[in-house]
């Protein structure tokens, strides 16, 4: 009887809890979030619809909805098929599309569904988001309704039936380039109208005009960096490869992009749309062996504005007799004012600056002049209090020119101004609690040192746990080092030698460095261990190194240190040679 009543309550408790969840779950019907969507559609260019759907809404008064679209790409035409009785309005103002609607007198609409249709003049060839801004606003009666989520939506172009595409050439600075235009495709067979809106910068590349035309008729206008390129005509079969023509560019220098953008269109006899795909050019330099290089250095942040000097290095310009010189450089104008110039080898240097721009133009010129593997001139600045990284930059139209007028191909490398820190601990083999400091007699410094050269680039005094900061440091790659002078005679003894002859092959990282002891270029073997053992009981005193024990009595480890935009965090160990089981206290 007991098990019957026992059992009885239990499915009450059921019945009650699945009673609940029901509750919740037509509570929560009732609550759904509110939804005003834009469908992402793949079409292809010409008349299209984009439905608009209004998902939850128990009553709708009146609504503005703002539409943020590309005007290159598609032209607004309207809405369609709207769902809500009451009075609808709708333009569009430059790139956003602004759509009104109100009730009739008193009423407010349920919506879950379909609301409109945007219609647009798709131009294809490119993707559009259309995006609501953050002015929408949807009201039941007199209150807006709170939480509304909009979502975006994206129309995108079908398989296109042919590609219109330039190409990237390589070449010299301040040559002419004539960059070719090339129409290919399946869907091509009848084209007879075309607009090609092309982006450049016209620091890097000035248009001169169209040459090698495969038709005739065309227009070109180029106007703040962007080539339009129209034609109207007799049907050309493009289904092969066919050359159009050519853009003649003057190359200014850097990497120059020339892109497609949207409002290029290809139409056939019927002056329809055809599906697009377009591929971008682009202009590059010559890589040349001369080069010109601003180099990294590092500043001194202050309460005030503190002088600092970027040289220019010129490199591998042996037997060249330079005639011109144009250097536009740009840089950090938040962190750094340009004051002047410091001339080396070669003088009368015209100077042009603008702290407001960040921007400085320096130009020589001369009957011809050799050039050193030197610094060609000096960049002066102050550096900002803020401190952090200020890149110094070349800009296009830096050329060099022989006394010919000849361009001299020359790769150019940036610099910057940077003030991080490089910081971490000198431990023994890795182990936190060993630590190669500085205490009393026992000195010990880290250094930071260029990996092109292992020049000493930063100094730095360890403190007694073995830790280490380098202030103000430049961008560039480093690697770590140390010397100390605590006392490593008795970091060694009869047990290494035994672990030298027994393990040497599996020995890695600096145990593997320590079992060396001679240094051999095989790296550790059974020859060590008598060296250690030998010296260990070295007639002439203990632990006294026998000739043959030609390692150092420190080895660190060199861990490389890339400092790019932000300071570095980087431990490096230690340890004395001969201790290859790493059972040395350097500081009791």
């Not at 009423?107 to 798709?122: H, T």
């Not at 909009?150 to 595409?165: A, H, M, P």
């Not at 011109?324 to 110039?341: E, H, Q, V």
């Given at each position: 009887?007991?098990?019957y009543f ?7 408790m ?28 793949t079409?292809?260019?010409g ?12 009553g709708?008064?009146?609504m503005?909805?703002?539409i ?11 809405i ?18 602004r759509?009104?609607?109100?009730a009739?007198?008193g009423a407010?609409?349920?919506?879950n569904?379909?609301a409109?249709?945007l219609?647009?003049d ?11 801004t953050?002015q929408c606003?949807i009201t039941?009666?007199?209150?807006q ?7 975006n939506?994206?129309?995108s ?10 190409t990237t ?14 129409m ?20 890097q ?11 005739s ?9 962007v ?6 005509g ?29 409002g290029?269109e290809?139409?056939?006899?019927s ?13 590059n ?7 010109l ?8 942040p202050?309460?005030i ?7 220019i290095?010129?490199a591998?310009f ?11 450089i740009?840089?950090?104008k ?17 100077v ?15 009957a011809?002049?050799l ?5 060609l001139?000096?960049l ?8 952090g ?10 050329i060099?020119?022989?006394k010919?007028?000849a ?5 150019l ?5 940077a003030?991080?820190t490089v ?6 083999c890795d ?13 010990t ?8 050269d292992?020049?000493?680039?930063y ?7 073995g830790n280490?900061l380098f ?12 010397v ?5 005679k008795?970091s060694y003894d ?8 027994g ?27 008598y ?10 005193g ?16 060199n861990?490389?240190v890339?400092v790019?935009?932000s300071?570095v965090?980087q431990?490096?160990s ?10 040395f206290?350097p500081?009791?």
């Amino acid at each position: 009887m007991k098990i019957y009543f026992k059992q009885l309550k239990t499915q009450n408790m059921l019945k009650r809890l699945l009673q609940l969840i029901v509750v919740l779950l037509i509570a929560a019907q009732g609550v759904m979030a509110q939804t005003v969507q834009i469908n992402s559609v793949t079409k292809p260019p010409g008349d299209i619809r984009v439905k608009v759907d209004m998902l939850n809404f128990s009553g709708v008064s009146s609504m503005s909805l703002y539409i943020k679209f590309n005007p290159d790409l598609m032209d607004f035409s309207g809405i369609d098929s709207t769902q809500l009785a009451g009075s609808w309005t709708y333009n569009a103002v430059n790139d956003e599309i602004r759509i009104m609607y109100t009730a009739n007198a008193g009423a407010s609409n349920p919506i879950n569904g379909k609301a409109f249709d945007l219609l647009f003049d798709y131009h294809g060839g490119f993707s559009d988001s259309l995006v609501f801004t953050s002015q929408c606003e949807i009201t039941d009666g007199l209150n807006q309704i709170p939480g509304v989520t909009y979502i975006n939506g994206l129309v995108s172009q079908v398989s296109s039936v042919g590609t219109v595409s330039m190409t990237t050439i390589t070449d010299t600075v301040g040559d002419v380039v004539n960059m070719p235009v090339y129409m290919e495709g399946t869907g091509f067979s009848d084209v007879s109208d075309f607009t090609f809106k092309i982006s450049y910068d016209e620091m890097q590349v000035s248009f001169d005009g169209l040459i090698g035309y495969a038709i005739s008729g065309m227009t070109a206008n180029a106007n703040n960096g962007v080539l339009e390129i129209e034609w109207t005509g007799g049907p050309i079969n493009c289904t092969s490869s066919t050359h159009l023509f050519s853009i003649k560019f003057t190359y200014n220098g850097g990497n120059a992009d020339l892109e497609f953008s949207p409002g290029s269109e290809v139409n056939n006899a019927s002056l329809s749309p055809l599906a697009t795909d377009y591929t971008d050019g682009q202009i590059n330099p010559v890589v040349g062996t001369r080069s010109l290089t601003i180099l990294n250095v590092s500043g001194t942040p202050d309460t005030i504005a503190t002088p600092v000097s970027v040289p220019i290095v010129a490199a591998d310009f042996t037997g060249d007799t330079v005639g011109a010189i144009t250097l536009n450089i740009g840089f950090d104008k938040s962190k750094l004012a340009f004051t002047g110039i410091t001339t080396n080898v070669l003088t009368g240097w015209t100077v042009n600056s603008n702290n407001l721009t960040g921007d400085v133009t320096l130009q020589w010129s001369g009957a011809g002049s050799l050039i050193a593997d030197d610094t060609l001139v000096t960049l002066n600045f102050t550096y900002g209090v803020s401190g952090g990284l200020a890149v110094v930059q070349f800009e296009s139209g830096t050329i060099l020119k022989d006394k010919y007028a000849a361009t001299l191909p020359t790769s150019l490398y940036n610099g910057s101004v940077a003030s991080f820190t490089v910081s971490g601990q000198l431990t023994y083999c890795d182990h936190p609690s060993r630590t190669i400091g500085t205490k009393g007699a026992d000195v010990t410094t880290a250094y930071l040192k260029n990996a092109a050269d292992s020049t000493v680039a930063y100094t730095a005094t360890t403190d007694s746990l073995g830790n280490y900061l380098f202030s103000n440091v430049a961008v560039g790659t480093y690697f770590l080092d140390a010397v100390t002078n605590i006392d490593a005679k008795w970091s060694y003894d009869v047990t290494d030698a035994y672990v030298i002859y027994g393990t040497y092959a599996t020995l890695t990282g600096l145990k593997a460095q320590a079992a060396n002891v001679n240094m051999s270029s095989w790296g550790a073997d059974q020859t060590d261990a008598y060296i250690v053992y030998g010296s260990v009981n070295n007639p002439s005193g203990a632990n006294t190194k026998v000739a043959s024990w030609t390692a150092p009595d420190w080895i660190f480890d060199n861990v490389s240190v890339n400092v790019v935009d932000s300071n570095v965090t980087q431990n490096f160990s230690g340890i004395c040679s001969g201790d290859a089981n790493a059972t040395f206290v350097p500081m009791p």
